[in-house]
């Protein structure tokens, strides 16, 4: 070929190449409302679309053909398609700002130019569906279960062991659903659930401290024993009962089934309460009576169960009474022991026994028969013991009281009911109480009462028999 046609063909090729630039320019130009080659929004190819029709492409895509492919530990895959769980989407993103900033950019494509884009979009889907599918991943129904270190139940052998960890392929259910939320509501195609955290971890190893000081406080617990006393009689919780109400625990020490505590504290309080049981009163005449009344042992089952809680966390062996709520005289033999008021409304007369021995004793008015104040029967404690006091009936609708009568020495016991002198009768015993007897106290003669008064205490047991 000559230097001339060289030449000519060189010339040619230059005008072909200048030629196609300029049509290109031109193209891209004309073409500026669409999307560059190579563009992928949200993993959808939409080159040379509009954002409108890429908007329709994308939803397109994951209403038609989207699925899920949840990976987890030793390759187990599963894919949950979108049509199985009522899946749709909606672009909620500004398509027409990735055009703009396309064009701004100068409409750059090819190879070395990442043209993929995220916007944002909206997800909706059937929850139910969805639980249903996460319940049957085979990485759920074939999970080896994760364990934590633990403390295994009282063995009479052994005592309590820790049970070593174990990690399996539990999945954290919560976290699970969690991370499936997210990849749906982002229209990701996979999960990976172990890189997502799902996986149930060991929290607590066996050679944790807090662990191996709980084994030794609940041993210990399983070793002492509480007696409690009363009187001459005992009570012994063992320490294998003890540890059967162990439940695990904290830093803070073991915890208590609270309620087996407060059943074996009901139990002790059936077997030795007293108070609102009937006994039987050997009266001065020689006669027996059977009286009840709220004099007596009773156990306060609340704050005893609080106590003997206490005392288990402690972890040492010791003996105790009861917290009790009301209290008598003694355990051993009638609880009203052999110090006491006696009030015989047959027979209307008081005595005082002090440690067995009639102390005093005093003719007395008890309550009006005919107008239905009789002095009640039973077993009471006194309250307290007061000088000075004036008694008042009930008020009256003029505000005045029923009656008022001032008193040197006041011993109440039941409610209103209470022992007083009554200067205001000339006589006392026989029948006055039948007809003339009073709103229920017990009067006495004012030359004896002081004498009484200086005897009493409180609590000191005030029996009543008729």
């Known amino acids: 070929m000559n230097y ?101 950019g100068g409409r750059i494509s090819g190879p070395s130019v990442n043209n993929r884009y995220e916007t944002a979009m909206s997800a909706v889907y059937d929850e139910a569906a969805l639980e249903k599918q996460l319940s049957a991943l085979p990485m759920v129904t074939d999970a080896l279960p994760t364990s934590d270190a633990s403390i295994s139940s009282y063995n009479e052998e052994t005592g309590f062991v820790i049970i070593p960890e174990s990690q399996g392929t539990e999945l954290d259910m919560e976290k699970l659903h969690a991370a499936v939320k997210e990849a749906l509501a982002a229209g990701r195609s996979s999960l990976d659930l172990d890189a997502a955290g799902c996986y149930r971890q060991i929290t607590v190893r066996s050679d944790d401290p807090a662990l191996n000081e709980l084994l030794n406080a609940m041993n210990r617990c399983a070793s002492m024993t509480i007696t409690y006393q009363f009187g001459n009689h005992s009570e012994t919780l063992n320490g294998s009962v003890i540890a059967s109400w162990l439940t695990g625990g904290s830093q803070n020490g073991p915890d208590v089934r609270q309620d087996a505590v407060a059943a074996y504290v009901a139990e002790l309080a059936s077997k030795y309460d007293t108070a609102g049981t009937s006994r039987t009163f050997h009266t001065s005449r020689g006669t027996e009576v059977q009286l009840t009344g709220p004099y007596g042992w009773k156990i306060d089952q609340a704050a005893e169960t609080a106590a003997l809680t206490a005392a288990i966390a402690a972890g040492e062996s010791v003996t105790r009474e009861p917290v009790y709520s009301s209290q008598a005289a003694s355990h051993d033999g009638a609880d009203y022991g052999t110090t006491y008021v006696e009030v015989d409304i047959a027979g209307q007369h008081v005595y005082f026994y002090k440690d067995g021995q009639l102390a005093w004793e005093a003719p007395c008015v008890t309550g009006n028969l005919s107008k239905g104040y009789g002095t009640p029967d039973g077993i009471y404690g006194l309250y307290y013991k007061q000088e000075d006091k004036v008694l008042r009936g009930p008020k009256q609708a003029d505000g005045t009281y029923e009656y008022e009568s001032p008193v040197n020495y006041w011993m109440p016991f039941n409610g209103g009911i209470g022992l007083h002198d009554a200067n205001w009768r000339g006589s006392f015993g ?37």
């Open 430 to 466: 026989g029948a006055i109480y039948k007809t003339n007897g009073s709103h229920g106290c017990v009067n006495l003669p004012p030359n004896k009462t002081k004498e009484l008064y200086d005897y009493l205490y409180k609590n000191v047991p005030v029996i009543c028999h008729s």
């Open 4 to 104: 001339f046609r060289k030449k000519t063909l060189l010339l040619a090729v230059l005008c072909m190449v200048l030629s196609t630039g300029t049509y290109t320019a031109a193209y891209a130009q004309d073409e500026s409302g669409t999307y560059v080659s190579g563009t992928k929004i949200n993993q959808v190819g939409v080159a040379g679309m509009t954002p409108d029709q890429a908007k329709e492409m994308v939803e397109a895509f994951y209403n038609d053909s989207y699925s899920l492919t949840v990976t987890g530990k030793n390759g187990v895959q599963a894919v949950i398609s979108g049509k199985d769980i009522g899946y749709r989407v909606e672009i909620t993103g500004s398509l027409t700002q990735i055009l703009e900033d396309q064009n701004a």
